[in-house]
């Protein structure tokens, strides 16, 4: 019986803080009510796309258990008996005990168990129900409802990687390469020590149950919904949604590419273009960037670093810096592609490698995906623990960090800082719209923290700066976001 109260108290997650329930039933269980079901009818609308249910209940330290499972207008749909006091269905994820598919509208039924409630004894539930809809704004972390950091940092992350829902792979038990299962990926994540994830598998949205199932027990690691959306003319991620976006580039299901990221805004979702600067054809259909009429002020972010291209000639940074060029701020993001969780972390596709570094207000689904549209952001491209730039700028009146605008008038004096932690014996490079400059000292970095300073004057035009860290060979180690002037 203590083991079960724990368990209550423990699935019990403040569902309530982030918004308000759509439904509440209440009532009372007595004596009269012991081993037997009560019947709680509830009706779902025809555009819900997710329901919620979160179980609360008195007099639970006298003995009383009440136990919970659903039906829908059709079918069952799970039961928890007394082990958890919330649960969420959608048509790709569910609660463990619970069955995901489609929200059927009609007249759904939560049943009450009662397998022991003492004489004399009045226990009052309160049954609070949550509707969500395709197009409603990320309220919290889709698999977890609280943050699991607080407070603002750098958090570190990988945004691109597969598992067995697409072509991820790995060895058996038995040595034989089989569809390599998610939960691999994500411990690999973590003896890595990332703070976030997203699981980005080609076109599909089969693997976010799984992901919900895994992210109570990583509770250190933030699992996001991610897929690939994989055409003929080009990959892009899609994150911060979990409805299926229609991915067949081509008539009459997508007839142009504007069709498919207007999809995508209509769910709140942040699109990143994958591996740009890769070739496409008959090795690789579909593998660069070849969508024509590509409206990039719909496009948040660009995979400026990849694992399988890094710094070479298929980098995707000269096609991101072209889109800077022409006026767009875009994110610069990395991503690993991992196909195979159990690669060495020092090697190349290795889950983290590179990472995604990420200045956010707490370590969540939405303010990570925030602070990636804002592009608060830095790309480590080895993976490290602790690689760290911070790269500002500041005038009389404002300061700009990366990502942000600032307004410098002809004449005005910009005095930008390069801090590094970390980057001992490695030299930083200026860029300035596409362009090395020689503004700042590039010579080494001796201290475990160097910041040196350089100053601009604006001729009020506009421009864009962002910086490069290399090793001493010339390996590129961290490329950075831009600060934008006058944008
Ligand atoms: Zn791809
Ligand atoms: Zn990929």
Redesign the pocket.
Known sequence: MALMSFLLFLGSNGYAQQKQPDLVLRGTVTYADRQSYLELPFAVGEDVTRVSVELSYTERDKHTNIDMGVFDSERFRGWSGGNKSFFTISETDATPSYLPGVIVQGQWKLILGVPSIEESIRSDYEVKIYFSHRTDELAGSTFSQRPLRDGPAWYRGDLHMHDAHSDGSCLSQSGAKVPCPLYKTVEAATARGLDFIAITDHNTISHYDDMRELQPYFDRLLIMPGR?I?TFQG?ANVFGTTSFVDFRLTSPHVPTVDNLLRQVQELHGLFSI??PGSPSGAACMG?GWSAPNTNYSFVNAIEAVNGASLDGPQSGIPFWQDKLNKGYRITGVGGS?NHDADYSSHTRTAVGHPSTIVYAANLSEPEILNAIRAGHVFIDVEGTANRTIEFSAHTALSTASMGDNLSAPSGERVRFALKMLNLESSHPEIICDGEIVTLADFSPVKDKEEIRNFDYPSDGKRHWFRVNIRSADGILLIVGNPIYLNF
């Open positions: 690939e994989t990959h994958n591996h593998c592609d």
